[in-house]
C-alpha cells in the first residue's frame, strides 16, 4: 500500500504540532507529566480534524478524513519523542 505524499505532509505536520503542544503543557502543568500529554492528545486531535472541518465546511481545501488520522499519528510520535526526552 502506497501512502500518497498528502499524507506524508500532515503526518509531518503532526509531528511538530505534538511536540510542541507536549512542550506547551509541560510547562504549563510543570509536575503533571500525564495530564499534560492527554492534553497534547485531546488537541491535537481536536486541531487535526478542525482544519479538515473547515475545509469542509467552508470549501477552502479538500475534506479528507485521513488527513487527519496522519496529523493525530504524527502527533502521538511528537509526543512521545518530546515526552522520552522529559523523563530521560
Same mark, same amino acid.
Given at each position: ?14 509531528? &511538530?504540532? @505534538? #511536540? &510542541?503542544?507536549?512542550? %506547551? %503543557? +509541560? ?5 503533571? %507529566? @500525564? $495530564? +499534560?500529554? $492527554?492534553?497534547?492528545? *485531546?488537541? +491535537? =486531535? &481536536? *486541531? @487535526?480534524?478542525?482544519?479538515? $472541518?473547515? +475545509?469542509? %465546511? ?10 487527519? &488520522? #496522519? #496529523? =493525530?499519528?504524527? #502527533? =502521538?510520535?511528537? *509526543? ?6 522529559? $523523563?530521560?
Amino acid at each position: 500500500m502506497k501512502i500518497a505524499p498528502d499524507k506524508w505532509k500532515h503526518f509531518y505536520a503532526g509531528i &511538530v504540532m @505534538g #511536540a &510542541v503542544l507536549q512542550a %506547551f %503543557f +509541560s510547562f504549563l502543568l510543570d509536575a503533571r %507529566f @500525564g $495530564l +499534560s500529554a $492527554l492534553l497534547a492528545f *485531546i488537541f +491535537s =486531535v &481536536v *486541531i @487535526g480534524y478542525g482544519f479538515e $472541518l473547515f +475545509s469542509k %465546511f467552508t470549501g477552502k481545501g479538500h475534506y479528507e478524513l485521513m488527513d487527519a &488520522v #496522519a #496529523a =493525530v499519528v504524527g #502527533a =502521538v510520535l511528537g *509526543i512521545g519523542s518530546v515526552a522520552l526526552i522529559q $523523563l530521560a
